[in-house]
């Protein structure tokens, strides 16, 4: 009898003890849950196995530097062309012949811009390389669209500031024979109207406007010796080649003149 009683108060104590561990364990934190998780655990919660510790951008830093691009024109932007007036019928040259540059440009607050330029094919590499050293030059450009984008307007082009070769021009702004206008066959550019203007005969008037006439250097202005004219001097092109002031313009001859071996792609 006494064992018996021995045997049952063994067995109490057991179940209790067990029951006390159990309780304690309970209060304790889980062992498992400050065990570093398993492989199969971090790629399914992150399955490109990103490395958080490093910050995860939406979008590539946007390229800097000149990184002049030549392209035909596309489709969308010859419509455009046309319906603007910026070629016609009769123009010398056509979209066949006709490139577009894409190419970087300092503004005047000293920031990163990137602009078009359309130009002859036999003229364009030249564009690319001037460019190029203007933008390590730091040299500002104010503006640098397709005269399109101004209805093929040169005035609103001017007056705007803006930097751009090729444009028929309409019937009433063309100042030279169509078939004879380095502009006309995608042969010349004007840099910076507003601090470079030219005087016109038509009105004896100075466009786009007379501010920077008289004003012989500064940011932006070209002027004789300046660096945009010993760089397309270097390039056999030709400055205001015309009898009257034309600090912005730029060609390769009148009459238009072809840049022989350059660009035929």
Not at 47 to 52: R, V
Not at 163 to 186: L, M, Y
Not at 191 to 218: L, M, S, T
């Amino acid at each position: 009898m006494r064992r018996l009683i021995a045997a049952a108060l063994a067995l109490g104590l057991v179940v209790i003890a067990g029951l006390a561990i159990a309780a304690v364990g309970s209060l304790l934190p889980s062992i498992e849950s400050d065990a570093p998780p398993a492989l199969d655990a971090i790629q399914a919660s992150d399955p490109i196995g990103e490395n958080t510790n490093v910050p995860v951008v939406d979008n590539a830093p946007v390229a800097r530097g000149a990184l002049p691009v030549i392209t035909r024109i596309p489709s969308t932007q010859w419509k455009q062309i046309v319906e603007t007036g910026t070629w016609r019928t009769g123009c010398p040259v056509g979209r066949k012949n006709l490139r577009s540059l894409a190419i970087g440009y300092i503004d005047f607050k000293g920031k990163e811009q990137r602009g078009t330029i359309i130009a002859h094919r036999d003229s364009v590499d030249d564009l690319a390389t001037i460019f190029t050293d203007l933008y390590e030059a730091r040299f500002p450009i104010a503006r640098m669209e397709p005269v399109e984008n101004f209805s093929g307007d040169v005035l609103r082009s001017l007056r705007a500031n803006n930097t751009s070769a090729f444009n028929c021009r309409k019937p009433g702004q063309i100042n030279a024979p169509v078939s004879a206008s380095p502009h006309a066959n995608g042969r010349a550019i004007d840099i910076n109207p507003v601090q470079n203007p030219w005087r016109d005969p038509r009105c004896n008037c100075w466009e786009p406007r007379a501010k920077f006439a008289k004003v012989k250097v500064g940011p932006g202005v070209i002027r004789k010796g300046s660096l945009p004219v010993r760089l397309f001097k270097d390039h056999g092109w030709i400055w205001q080649n015309i009898k009257v002031p034309d600090y912005m313009h730029f060609d390769t001859g009148y009459p238009s003149r072809p840049r022989t071996g350059k660009n035929l792609g």
